[in-house]
C-alpha cells in the first residue's frame, strides 16, 4: 500500500491549494480516504472523510464551507480543495487509509497560510 500526497506549498490568508492523494497496493473504491492534519506542537486531527462512493463526506467544525474533499477512483486519487485558508491551517497534511484492522498513512506535505 502507497499513498502519495502532493500540492502543498506556502499560501497568503485568503488563498487557496488543492492536496491530491495517490493511492496504490489496494482496491482504492472499496474504502474510505481520510485527510488528517498535525500542526507543530499539536496532535494529529481528522480534516475530512470521504466514503468509497463518494457521496458521503465528514469534515472537522473548523474546516467545514472552506474545505470540500472528493475522490476519482478512476484515477485512485483524493483530493483536498482549501480555500479560504487561514494561519491555522498551517500543518503537515496526511492521506490515510484503513482496513482489515491496519493504518495506512501518506509521508505528509506541508501547507503554510502566511503572510
Known amino acids: 500500500v502507497q499513498l502519495v500526497e502532493s500540492g502543498g506549498g506556502l499560501v497568503q490568508p485568503g488563498g487557496s491549494l488543492r492536496l491530491s492523494c495517490v493511492a496504490s497496493?489496494?482496491?482504492?473504491?472499496?474504502?474510505?480516504m481520510s485527510w488528517y492534519r498535525q500542526a507543530p506542537g499539536k496532535e494529529r486531527e481528522l480534516v475530512a472523510r470521504?466514503?468509497?462512493?463518494?457521496?458521503?463526506?465528514n469534515y472537522a467544525d473548523s474546516v467545514k464551507g472552506r474545505f470540500t474533499i472528493s475522490r476519482d477512483n478512476a484515477k485512485n486519487t483524493v483530493y483536498l480543495q482549501m480555500n479560504s485558508l487561514k494561519p491555522e491551517d498551517t500543518a503537515v497534511y496526511f492521506c490515510?487509509?484503513?482496513?482489515?484492522?491496519?493504518?495506512?498513512w501518506g509521508q505528509g506535505t506541508q501547507v503554510t497560510v502566511s503572510s
Open positions: 497496493g489496494f482496491t482504492f473504491s472499496r474504502y474510505a
Open positions: 470521504i466514503f468509497s462512493g463518494g457521496s458521503i463526506t
Open positions: 490515510y487509509t484503513y482496513f482489515y484492522g491496519v493504518d495506512y
